[in-house]
Every structure is written in structure tokens, then in C-alpha cells.
């Protein structure tokens, strides 16, 4: 499977954004899928991660309340909104398939990263 990021831009904070992620393959509805943030000189992070149906999702302490993740398997494309944008939410935004047991959250536990997407949030 290929994945493709895309919706980011520059926003001031309260702001909203909605990132999508274009899967390519038809096997999509069959992966687990999660997105992952990387701030400049950080570590990649986990944001939230969906089950395969779209009944079933998680988020970091950090993002819970505000963003949503959601996904639409007859159109192979993963979703996150973002609402209350803060300055901290700047970073290159990534999607991936997750390969291991439900509520994974760090890197090695995701595979076939997508090209991310950069949201960069102004004060």
C-alpha cells in the first residue's frame, strides 16, 4: 500500500485543519491505520489511530478533544480533523498501517509511512 498525506498549510491558533490521507491498493479497509506528527528537531509521535471498520479509535493525551480520526474505505482515503489548532500542533503530519496488536503507539509498531504534510500553527 502507498499512502499520500495532504491538507496542511499555515494557520494561526483556534484555527482548524482537516488532513487526508490518499491510500493507494485495495486492501485499504483492511489495515489498521494511524497518524504520527514529527516537530522539527523531535522525535516522531504518535496522534490517533483507527481500526480497520472506523468503529474503534485512540488519540494521544495531547490531542484528545481535539482532533478526530475517521476514514472512508470506499474512497480509501484517512482523515484527521483538527480543531483549537495550538502553536505546539506545528509539525510534519504522517499516516501509516499499523502491523502490530491494537493500541500501538510508537514508530516501529506502523509501517508504510506516507510523504507527510506540513501544519504549521502561527501564535
Known amino acids: 500500500v502507498q499512502l499520500q498525506a495532504s491538507g496542511g498549510g499555515l494557520v494561526e491558533a483556534g484555527a482548524s485543519l482537516r488532513l487526508s490521507c490518499a491510500a493507494s491498493g485495495r486492501f485499504f479497509g483492511s489495515y489498521d491505520m494511524g497518524w504520527f506528527r514529527q516537530a522539527p528537531g523531535k522525535e516522531r509521535e504518535f496522534v490517533a489511530a483507527?481500526?480497520?471498520?472506523?468503529?474503534?479509535?485512540y488519540y494521544a493525551e495531547s490531542v484528545k478533544g481535539r482532533f478526530t480520526i475517521s476514514r472512508d474505505n470506499a474512497k480509501n482515503v484517512l482523515y484527521l480533523q483538527m480543531i483549537n489548532l495550538k502553536p505546539e500542533d506545528t509539525a510534519v503530519y504522517y499516516c501509516a498501517v499499523q502491523i502490530a496488536d491494537w493500541n500501538a503507539r510508537s514508530r516501529d509498531e506502523y509501517n508504510y509511512w506516507g510523504q507527510g504534510t506540513l501544519v504549521t500553527v502561527s501564535s
Open positions: 483507527i481500526n480497520r471498520s472506523g468503529t474503534s479509535s
